[in-house]
């Protein structure tokens, strides 16, 4: 599959099984387990703001889990990394224009980091979609 795209954004999903629901988009690794879960919310009108992003982060993650500035692709926002009972997360909140993305990774504990490369890399492939 060369690129996936749908209204809102589009991304290279480097060889992981894309799988549409009704919620989102899953990308799952061609070994392993774990499972990358995007999530699109667009704004009424307007940009989604820096400090949007910053209020929707504090969902997502314990509390005490650092939240990182970072960037992928053209989206711009923050990631934090935490395990759990129900495993080992990494979850990011990325805006671009007026797009905002919630993304998770969820995979065993004990493969932890074992598709940080994979998952950073199609990541760094997000575009927004320009709107009519």
């Not at 991304?11 to 099984?17: A, N, S, T, V």
């Amino acid at each position: 599959m060369a690129r996936y795209a749908n209204e809102d954004y589009e991304l290279d999903p480097k060889g992981f099984e894309v799988e549409e629901e009704d919620d989102g988009v899953a990308l799952l690794p061609p070994e392993g387990e774990g499972a990358l879960l995007i999530t699109a919310f667009v704004a009424d009108s307007g940009d989604v703001t820096d400090e949007e992003i910053e209020e929707a982060s504090a969902d997502g993650a314990p509390e005490e889990t650092p939240r990182d500035p970072v960037r992928c692709g053209e989206f711009r926002g923050f990631h934090a990394r935490f395990t759990d009972d129900d495993g080992a997360w990494r979850v990011w909140w990325l805006a671009a224009g007026g797009v905002h993305l919630h993304v998770t990774w969820n995979g065993d504990p004990d493969d932890a980091g074992r598709h940080d490369a994979a998952v950073d890399a199609i990541l760094a492939t997000l575009r927004v979609r320009k709107r009519p």
